[in-house]
């Protein structure tokens, strides 16, 4: 039984990086879906591909690393607000990580955005993590 679905997300992406693997596999969900669109948007994975089966499916993430030292482009994935902790922040409040060079990923009720995106509509919402 998993009781933090994003934590595993972060953490099956985090030991991949530190393994130096190409691809990884997650079991999809829609949160996760959208945790993987922003995470491509803002350039920390290569590409990203949603598998489909009968169950639940898979989501097969390609990790970025630098051209020339091959370190992983994600140098931290830090959980946030957690099951027995949920963070909650208005739109003033929205954190900036490493001044603005990191992103955090927020769930508001206009679906999951960087803060950036969030400060930009005016919403607050649950701060999921931080990625840099």
């Keep these: 039984m998993l009781t933090d679905p994003i934590s595993d997300f972060l ?3 985090r030991n991949a990086n530190k393994a130096g693997h190409r691809v990884v596999d997650i079991p999809a969900s829609n949160l996760k879906k959208e945790i993987t669109k ?3 948007e803002q350039g920390y994975i290569l590409s990203y591909k949603f598998e489909d089966d009968k169950v639940q499916g898979n ?3 390609a990790l970025k690393y ?3 030292t091959k370190e992983p482009i994600i140098k931290k994935l830090q959980r946030v607000s957690k099951p027995g902790l949920r963070k909650y922040v208005n ?3 929205l954190p900036r ?3 603005g060079l990191g992103i955090a990923i927020i769930s508001t009720s206009h679906g999951v955005m960087t803060s950036k995106q969030a400060k930009q509509e ?3 919402g649950e701060v999921l993590c931080y990625v840099y």
Excluded: C, H, P, W
């Design 122 to 124: 005016k919403v607050g």
């Design 91 to 93: 739109s003033d409040q």
């Design 11 to 13: 953490t099956r992406i």
């Design 66 to 68: 630098d051209k020339f």
């Design 59 to 61: 989501i097969k993430i």
């Design 38 to 40: 922003i995470l491509f």
């Design 97 to 99: 990580v490493l001044n």
